[in-house]
T-cell receptor, first 116, second 114 residues
Framework: GENVGLHLPTLSVQEGDNSIINCAYSNSASDYFIWYKQESGKGPQFIIDIRSNMDKRQGQRVTVLLNKTVKHLSLQIAATQPGDSAVYFCAENRSAYGGSQGNLIFGKGTKLSVKP | DTGVSQDPRHKITKRGQNVTFRCDPISEHNRLYWYRQTLGQGPEFLTYFQNEAQLEKSRLLSDRFSAERPKGSFSTLEIQRTEQGDSAMYLC????????????FGSGTRLTVV
C-alpha cells in the first residue's frame, strides 16, 4: 500500500540542540524522497531531497539519511534555531506506483517546536 | 519572478457557489501541479500539467473540479457547486522536466465554504 508516515507527530527541542525527524515508507521500489518545511500560512518549502541510490545527503545544517533495508528516512537538523519551528513533511515520489514524477505522497507531518 | 504565485490568498464562499483560483508558476517551469491540503494533513495530489496538457488526475478530482492551463503558463482551478467538504488549502506547485526535480510550492489559496 501507499504509506508515508511519521513516527512522532510533535517534537520539542532546545535551541542549539540537534533535531531528528523520522519517516517510514512502504514501497521498496520508491526511488526519490523529499523533505519539506511548512510554516503557518505558507506553502511547503523544499529542504533537501535524496535518491534511492544514496544513503546520505547533506545540506546546510540538514542531513537526510535513507535506510532502504528498513524503508526509513530521517531528517537531521543541526544546531536547531527558533526559525526552524515549523511542520516538516517527508514526501515520496509516486512514480513507483505508476504516477508522474511530481505526484508526491506526503506524510501527515511532524511539528517541530524550538524552545529558546 | 521569484516563485509560484497564487491568487487569491483567501476565499470565503457560500455553499453551491462556483470559485476559481489562479496559479502563476515559475516562468521557466513547464510542469504545474495542484494539491489540496486539509488542516493537520499533508498535501494531496490533484492534477498535473506538462505545458498545456493535463497528463494526470487524481480520483480526488471530482466532476465538480476542472483545471486548465490554456497557454502552458498560468493555470486555473475551478470548483463548481462548492460543498463544505471542499474547504481546504489549494496549493499550486511547479517544476522543470528534469528527472526527479523537487516541486516549488506557492503559498496556496485557503478556501472556506460556509
Amino acid at each position: 500500500g501507499e504509506n508515508v508516515g511519521l513516527h512522532l507527530p510533535t517534537l520539542s527541542v532546545q535551541e542549539g540542540d540537534n533535531s531528528i525527524i523520522n519517516c517510514a515508507y512502504s514501497n521498496s521500489a520508491s526511488d526519490y524522497f523529499i523533505w519539506y518545511k511548512q510554516e503557518s500560512g505558507k506553502g511547503p518549502q523544499f529542504i533537501i531531497d535524496i535518491r534511492s541510490n544514496m544513503d546520505k545527503r547533506q545540506g546546510q545544517r540538514v542531513t537526510v539519511l535513507l535506510n532502504k533495508t528498513v524503508k526509513h528516512l530521517s531528517l537531521q537538523i543541526a544546531a536547531t534555531q527558533p526559525g526552524d519551528s515549523a511542520v516538516y513533511f517527508c514526501a515520496e515520489n509516486r512514480s513507483a506506483y505508476g504516477g508522474s514524477q511530481g505526484n508526491l505522497i506526503f506524510g501527515k507531518g511532524t511539528k517541530l517546536s524550538v524552545k529558546p | 519572478d521569484t516563485g509560484v504565485s497564487q491568487d487569491p490568498r483567501h476565499k470565503i464562499t457560500k455553499r453551491g457557489q462556483n470559485v476559481t483560483f489562479r496559479c502563476d508558476p515559475i516562468s521557466e517551469h513547464n510542469r504545474l501541479y495542484w494539491y489540496r491540503q486539509t488542516l493537520g494533513q499533508g498535501p494531496e495530489f490533484l492534477t498535473y500539467f506538462q505545458n498545456e496538457a493535463q497528463l494526470e488526475k487524481s480520483r480526488l478530482l471530482s466532476d465538480r473540479f476542472s483545471a486548465e492551463r490554456p497557454k502552458g503558463s498560468f493555470s486555473t482551478l475551478e470548483i463548481q457547486r462548492t460543498e463544505q467538504g471542499d474547504s481546504a488549502m489549494y496549493l499550486c506547485a511547479s517544476s522543470t522536466s528534469r528527472d526527479r526535480t523537487a516541486l516549488a510550492f506557492g503559498s496556496g489559496t485557503r478556501l472556506t465554504v460556509v
